[in-house]
């Protein structure tokens, strides 16, 4: 059984910051194939940013140089995205998700590529 579990979510001001967590276990725990996505309401859902092979990470255009997902320091098996200068156009619930093996590219922001997915948390942006 994999679970992930996202926290960390809530209501901030434009411009400001957040940081959310997620914790998987299972047999995919310490994967670095995972990644961080959202959904606003009457949207689908969208890639934020992903591992691909080698360990690197790529980003949405959309939150590049605003949104950087770090590790857990002492558990490689929690994964965090720090979002920063945060917009109303941010606001949506966010999911973490996991699947076994990377991709090489984009397809690492492509939900239907992913297995395994959190609950969510919510995360809203007043202007």
């Known amino acids: 059984q994999v679970h992930l579990v996202e926290s960390g979510g809530g209501s901030v001001q434009a411009g400001g910051s957040l940081r959310l967590s997620c914790a998987t276990s299972?047999?995919?725990?310490?994967?670095?194939?995972r990644g961080w996505f959202r959904q606003a309401p009457g949207k689908e859902r969208e890639g934020v940013a992903g591992?691909?092979?080698?360990?690197?990470?790529?980003y949405a255009d959309s939150v590049k140089d605003r949104f950087t997902v770090t590790r857990d320091d002492a558990n490689d098996d929690v994964l965090y995205l720090e979002m920063n200068s945060l917009k109303p156009e941010d606001t949506a619930m966010y999911y973490c998700?996991?699947?076994?093996?990377?991709?090489?590219?984009?397809?690492?922001?492509?939900?239907?590529?992913?297995?395994?997915w959190g609950q969510g948390t919510q995360v809203t942006v007043s202007s």
């Open positions: 998700a996991a699947k076994r093996e990377c991709s090489s590219g984009p397809t690492a922001l492509s939900p239907s590529q992913y297995s395994y």
């Open positions: 299972g047999y995919i725990a310490g994967s670095r194939c």
């Open positions: 591992f691909i092979t080698g360990g690197r990470l790529i």
